[in-house]
C-alpha cells in the first residue's frame, strides 16, 4: 500500500449464496485527500464496494484495508467513515439541529461542544440559521445539505455518498455537484461518490473507477477516461463515441474507412484486427476533397451550441459528428481529425493487460529490440 493510501481493496469477492459474483476478485487503492468516483450501470457492483467500505456488508473473500489495518470484521459503527444515502435517511421527527447532532449525542459528547460542531458543519454547507427548521419544510437541496453536514460533523476520514443527487431536478443537480465538489476541497478529506451519471463523474471527480459486471474496467483521472479508453464498454459508456473496427498495420500506422491512417498508438502486432474510437468533437467537416473521410450524411439535429450528424463511409462504418456548421441532408462531406484524436483498442483489453503491454513495450525500446 502507497503511504498516501487510506483504503485498499485486496482481490475482494463478494457472492450472496450460489449466484454470480457482485464482485469479482476487486483490486484498487483509495488516496487520501481525493474526490473519487465509482461510475457504471445498474448492477454492476457500485454500491456494493460502497457497501463493503462502511461495514454494511462482508467481503465473500480478499481483504480489506483502512489505513494500513485489515476492517474487514471491523463493524460499521467502528469505522472512520460516513454514508449520504440517496434518500438522505433523515429524521423527520428531529429538526435540522437534532438531525445533524445525533450522532453526537450517541457519543455523549457534552451540550456545548455539540452546538459548536452542529454550528461549524452547517456553516460548511450553508445553513446556518435553519437550525429549528422541520425536515419536512426543507427542499430537496436543503435536505442533502442536511444530510451531508451530519455527516461531516463526525469529522469522518472518508464520505461515501450514494448518488445523493439522483432525486433532484436538472438545475439543482448542477448546483449541487459544484457545492459538494466545493466543499470536498475545503473540508481536504476522502470522497467516495456512486453515480451511473457520466457527466456527473467527469465534471466532479480527481479519479474514476469505471465498473462493469463485478470488475473495475479503468480507472484514472476523467481526462484519462475520456481521451484514452481501455476498451468498447469505457468507451460506448463515456461520452458519445464513434467506435469502428480497424486494422493495427504496424505501430504508429491504423486502418479502417478503407484509408490508412496515422495514430499515437504502438506495442501491438502487426495486421492485428482492433477497434479505432474517434470523438464526435474531434471531427472536422470539410470538403469532399480534403476529407481523410468521406461520408454521406443520412441525418442532421440541431443541439443548441452544435448540430450533430450522422452518416455512412464506403465500408458501411456510422459516423457521428459534432459541429458548429450546418450540412445538407443527402450530401456527402469529408472528415478531417488528427494523429492524437485517433485511440486504438484492443479487443476485450482489461487495464492490466494494456499496462502489461505498454511495459513489455516499453522495455522491448530500452533493450533495441
Known amino acids: 500500500m502507497t503511504n498516501t493510501a487510506i483504503i485498499q481493496f485486496h482481490n475482494v469477492t463478494k457472492q450472496f449464496d450460489h449466484d454470480p459474483a457482485i464482485l469479482n476478485q476487486v483490486n484498487f487503492e483509495i488516496e487520501r485527500g ?17 457497501r463493503l467500505i462502511a461495514g454494511f456488508t462482508e467481503a465473500t473473500a480478499g481483504d480489506i484495508y483502512f489505513d494500513g489495518k485489515k476492517i474487514n470484521h471491523i463493524p460499521a459503527n467502528k469505522r472512520q467513515v460516513n454514508t449520504v444515502f440517496q434518500d438522505y435517511a433523515l429524521f423527520p421527527h428531529l429538526n435540522v439541529f437534532e438531525n445533524v ?6 457519543k455523549k459528547m457534552k451540550k456545548e ?6 454550528k461549524e458543519a452547517l456553516s460548511f454547507v450553508n445553513l446556518i440559521g435553519y437550525e429549528d427548521r422541520e425536515i419536512k419544510d426543507m427542499s430537496g437541496g436543503q435536505r442533502q445539505r442536511v444530510a451531508i453536514a451530519r455527516a461531516i460533523v463526525n469529522e469522518p476520514e472518508v464520505i461515501l455518498l450514494d448518488e445523493p443527487l439522483s432525486a433532484l431536478d436538472l438545475k439543482l443537480r448542477y448546483q449541487m455537484q459544484y457545492e459538494l465538489r466545493e466543499l470536498q476541497r475545503r473540508l481536504g478529506i476522502t470522497f467516495i461518490f456512486v453515480t451511473h451519471d457520466q457527466e456527473e463523474a467527469l465534471a466532479m471527480s480527481d479519479e474514476i473507477f469505471v465498473i462493469n459486471k463485478g470488475k473495475i474496467q479503468q480507472s484514472g483521472t476523467p481526462n484519462d477516461i475520456y481521451d484514452e479508453p481501455i476498451n468498447r464498454f469505457v468507451a460506448d459508456f463515456i461520452g458519445e463515441s464513434n467506435i469502428v473496427k480497424a486494422t ?8 479502417f474507412g478503407g484509408n490508412r491512417f496515422e495514430c499515437v498508438d504502438m506495442g501491438m502486432n502487426p495486421n492485428e484486427p482492433v477497434e479505432v474510437v474517434i470523438r464526435p468533437e474531434d471531427l472536422e467537416i470539410t470538403s469532399v476533397e480534403n476529407g481523410m473521410l468521406k461520408v454521406k450524411v443520412e441525418s442532421q439535429l440541431f443541439r443548441g451550441v452544435h448540430y450533430e ?4 463511409d464506403k465500408e458501411g462504418n456510422e459516423w457521428l459528428v459534432q459541429s ?9 462531406i469529408g472528415l478531417r481529425f488528427d494523429p492524437e484524436s485517433i485511440h486504438v483498442m484492443r479487443f476485450n483489453e482489461t487495464e492490466e493487460d494494456f499496462d502489461r503491454r505498454l511495459d513489455s513495450y516499453s522495455e522491448g525500446e530500452a533493450n533495441g529490440q
Open 248 to 255: 493495427m498495420i504496424e505501430d504508429y500506422i491504423v486502418e
Open 324 to 332: 458548429t456548421k450546418k450540412v445538407t441532408v443527402g450530401n456527402e
Open 309 to 312: 450528424m450522422t452518416g455512412y
Open 113 to 118: 461542544a455539540i452546538a459548536a460542531k452542529v
Open 34 to 50: 481525493k474526490f473519487y468516483t465509482l461510475l457504471g450501470p445498474s448492477g454492476c457492483g457500485k454500491t456494493t464496494i460502497l
Open 101 to 106: 447532532a445525533f450522532g453526537l449525542r450517541i
